[in-house]
Every structure is written in C-alpha cells, then in structure tokens.
Nanobody, 124 residues
Framework: QVQLVESGGKLVQAGGSLGLSCAASGRSFSTYVMAWFRQAPGKEREFVAAISWSGGSTYYADSVKGRFTISRDNAKNTVYLQMNSLKPEDTAVYYC?????????????????WGQGTQVTVSS
C-alpha cells in the first residue's frame, strides 16, 4: 500500500509560480510511475503531467507544456510539480497519483494510488 500526501497549494496571482510536492510512503516508490492530475469544479479529472520511474521520461498535457515541470527525487520518495506562468484556468484541486506498472499513462483509471489533493487557485 502506498500513501500519497500533496502539499504546496495556495492562492496565487496570474503569471505567478507555485511548486507542489507529493510525499509517498512505502519502499517501492522508485519503481512507480508518478503523475499529477487536476480537477476543476464541475469538470472531470484531467491529466497534467507524468514521470517515469527513473525520472528519465516526462509527459505533459498540451495545456501545461512549457509552463509546468514534473520531477522526482527517489531518495526522498517525493514527486514535484513546478508551475510557472499560471493562468486562472489552472485553478483546480491537484492530485498526485502512483501507478505500479512501468508504463506511463494519461488516464486516471490507470493509476492505483491517489493523494487527497491540494487546492491551487489562480486569481486574475
């Protein structure tokens, strides 16, 4: 079993930057694909970014490409999401997710473990 705890969400102005962290418990973190998803009010949960177990491959939604960066530190069992040039449409609850298999996925139902989410609000 893996427990994921996100942190770092807050209110920020448009154009600003924010960093999210997701701390994972368990010994197998370094073997998991990790991802960030987000869910805005009234909308479905959507893929934001994912990173392979080694950190060597990263994947992004078109809406955040060039603005967001996902990274991980396997020694600290932590995955990060650095968000720059934030827009009001980035406002959502951001969730960290882990997948046991080695394949990176972009669908929420492909992930096995989820955090409780952290709120990011971008004001215009």
């Amino acid at each position: 079993q893996v427990q994921l705890v996100e942190s770092g969400g807050k209110l920020v102005q448009a154009g600003g930057s924010l960093g999210l962290s997701c701390a994972a418990s368990g010994r197998s973190f370094s073997t998991y694909v990790m991802a960030w998803f987000r869910q805005a009010p009234g909308k479905e949960r959507e893929f934001v970014a994912a990173i392979s177990w080694s950190g060597g491959s990263t994947y992004y939604a078109d809406s955040v490409k060039g603005r967001f960066t996902i990274s991980r530190d396997n020694a600290k069992n932590t995955v990060y999401l650095q968000m720059n040039s934030l827009k009001p449409e980035d406002t959502a609850v951001y969730y960290c997710a882990a997948r046991r298999t080695g394949l990176v996925g972009r669908k929420a139902d492909e992930y096995d473990y989820w955090g409780q989410g952290t709120q990011v609000t971008v004001s215009s």
